[in-house]
Each structure stands twice: as C-alpha cells, then as structure tokens.
C-alpha cells in the first residue's frame, strides 16, 4: 500500500511539473513589454505601420493598429504622456478623438480628427494579450509652414557678379516642420545643380532652418535675366519664390572679323555693328586705314570726318548698335579696313570690319559662309551682306567631309571590284542554247578543238620567232579567217 501511494504521489509531481512547463513564456520578461511591428508570436501579431505620417494642422490625422488573434484590450500614448483608451474612444469618451470607419485588421485604430502642433512627436500602440503585450511605434510630423524665403543679397545694388569668377549666392529659410525643398532657376532653365542645401535643426521639435548657396560662373549673356530661390512644402500648395534680377558685368565682348559684301559704288552705305557690354561704354571710335595696324584717321562717336558719319544706339540690356554711314562709296573705302574700339570699366575691346563690292561667297567656295545661321541680332546691315570669320570657318562640317570620304571609297572599290571580275572573265557567258548547240556539233567541237589547239600553236610560234597571219581574239580562238582555211584543208584530205 504504500509503494501504491509513493508511486501514485511520484506520477501526481510529474504531471504538475508539465503543466507548471507548459504555462512558461518564450520571452525574457514575461512581465514586460514586447515590442512587435508585424512579426508574429506564437498566439497573436500585431498589425502596424511603422512610416513616418506628416499632416497639416487642422487635417485628419489616422492612426492605425490591428492585431491576429485574441486580445484583451488596447492603448494610444503619446510623446507628450497623453493615453487614449481604444474603448473609450469607441465610446466617445473624449472630444476630438473617434472610431475609423474601417477596423477590420485596423481593431485598435483610432481617428484625431483635426490635429494641432500638440499632436507632434511619436505616438505608441500597445495591445494587451494574455501575460505581455505587442508595441507599435510611429513618428507623426504635424507641419510648420515655412517662414519666407530669403536672398542674401544687398538689395539696394542687386546681384552684380562677373563673367569671370565663380560667384556664391544664398537663399535661406529660418524655420519649417518639416525642412523645405530650394530650387534655382536662372529664367525660365533649373540650375539647382549647382547648389548645395544645408539642413540645421533649431530645436528638439524637429524644425529646420534651410540654406542653399548656388555656386555659379555667370555669362554675358545672362545680363538682366531673373534667378529666382523657389521653396517647397507640404503646408505650401504652390512653391514660394523669391527673385532678383543679374547685373552680370563684363567687358566689351569680343567677336571675330566681319565682312561686308555686295555695296555698290556711288551709292551710300551704312555699316551697323552689334556688340554687348555692360556697364556702359567710356570711350568708343571707329578707326580706318590700309591695314588693322595702320589708321590712317579716327572718328569719335557720334561724331564726323568727310564722308564718314558715325553714331550708336543703346538696344538695352548692355546690347548696343554701332553705325558709320559712308557717304557715296568708292572703291577707295573698300580698300581700306575699319576698326571699332570700345572700351569700358572691365576693359578694351576692338572690332575688325571690311567692306566689299564683291558678291557674297557661295557655298562650296573658300570662303563660303552661312549667311542664314547668323543670328539677326549680331549682325545687321543696309544694302548688301555680312558675314564673319566665326561663320566662314565653318565651311564643311566634320559630317561632310566623312560623308565625302566614304563615298570616295565606295566608288574606287566599286571599281576595283569590276575590274577584278572582268579579269577572271565574269562577265563572260554563253547563252543556254549556245552551250547546248555547241555540245551537240561534234563537227563544231572538232573545229573549235582545232581552233584552239592553232591557237596556242600560234602563241608558240610567235614567242620562237615565228610570225604569220594568224589572229587570236580575246576569247583565245581563232578570227574567222583562219576557222574557214582550217574547215577547207579538211574537207580537202577528206
């Protein structure tokens, strides 16, 4: 009886240590919080998406949780220390605060229904199961929108900057939530390429004071333009500009030889010459002489000297025209070469200009030019023609002259190829019923046999020494004449 006893107390141990096993957890601190974002434990997963929400003030703010399998009941908690019940607010137990629309695998989603800056920061859902509970944390951004943009520039003078240097510009904004995008735009063309944007935070709030520094070598031919600092934000429904307008400086631009073709003796003539500068010119003449280096007289502008008469017209924008009207052209002016010297701040800039009676060069000539690439701007003139050295030098393009040398080649082995065939008797065929003719005329093959056999006996001859009449077309038969005497002799021995 009492081995019954000992054995029955031995089996009743056994099984409470098994259920004492069973009822044990697989997670460290079966008494703390554990933390899931969709990974699932052996009874239940939580459903959540942990990406970062951004919302404006006054905008809708969701926020969904869900879980598989069975739980007790769940909380929101947020940065700040608030906790919401789920029941409670499905309840309506506080203001503001209320049930989504769809809870299905979203069972402990709760909806603020017009968020304020109290609402930023990270937000937790935490659902109790049975012995822990599954943790979901999300970061919620509601936005500041952002201070206006600003140009760190002296206003009063405008962004001068020059042709030749690099030249740093900043646009900053002090404050946003979150940090906004900067763009530059030079008119109408995106140069943000060539900018770089610091993000700084000013506080632990998470907003951000932005400075972008664009970093550029301005052209001539930007003078005037708007570079404009455009900002992007959430809170913003069309981007923020802020512009201003370039002052590019720069001396006389320089450009190459100009030609003008077609004046016609006895007639007056009026040269018109663009060129751009900025600030304005200081001194600016025309001079004229034999050659480029020896000026023979000079003629301020606006100004006069016989039947020179020369004067400018400001286009705007540092463009401007330079006139010198030739009264009853002669030969002797087209003899001569003009210079037009400008100067400014930056520096001296001299243009070279000569004058033709001759007509304007065609295409294909030496000095063949494309008139109708020159743009109406650089160039202008009354009665007759320009062209500069920047266009004639541009004859034949690099596509021209390859195109030129591959056709070269195509033809000489073309050529190559045709002679190489008449060589190996290519081209040389007889005809179908010809062949078939000459296999049946055994008669025919005898005499030809013949014919060619004479044939080379002639060739042999001719290299001993030996010379008759015979003749061998280019085939290696024998003319006519010679097949006749040979077809007589043997019907003779016949």
Known sequence: MCKCSFVRGALVALVLMAHARAQEYTVDDPTGDVVFNGVRSTDVSLIFDDSEIVVNPGDQLNLDCGVHGQSRYCIWESESGQILQVEDVYSNVFDGVSKPVNTVGNECGIVINSADIGHHGQWTCKVFVVGKSLVGTKNVIVTIKPTSPILEVDSSRGLVVTNEDETPVKCSVAAARPAVGIRWYLGDRDITVSAETEETPTDKGGIYKSVSTLRRTFQPSENGQLLTCSVTHKTLPVPENTSI????VFKPVEKPVSTFYQIRPGNDYEVKLNFSA???????????????????????????DGHYRADIEDLGNGMYTAKLLVTGFTEADANKNYLL???????????????????????????????DKIPPTELSVSEGIVFDDETKSNTLSGGAVAGIIIVLLIVVAAVGAAGYARYRQMFCFASRAESKAHIQDPERNETDNGTANDAVKASTDQVNGKTDNTVVNGNGNLEQTQVDEIKAKKNTDV
């Open 245 to 248: 307008a370039l002052n590019v």
């Open 341 to 371: 010297v400008v100067e400014n701040d930056y520096g001296e800039t001299q243009y070279k200009v000569k004058l033709s009676m001759h007509e304007a060069p065609k295409d294909g000539d030496s000095e063949t030019s494309n008139y």
């Open 278 to 304: 900025n600030p304005a010119p200081i001194r600016k003449e025309w001079r004229y002489g034999k050659s480029f280096e020896n000026v023979e007289g000079s003629i301020s502008i606006p100004g006069s």
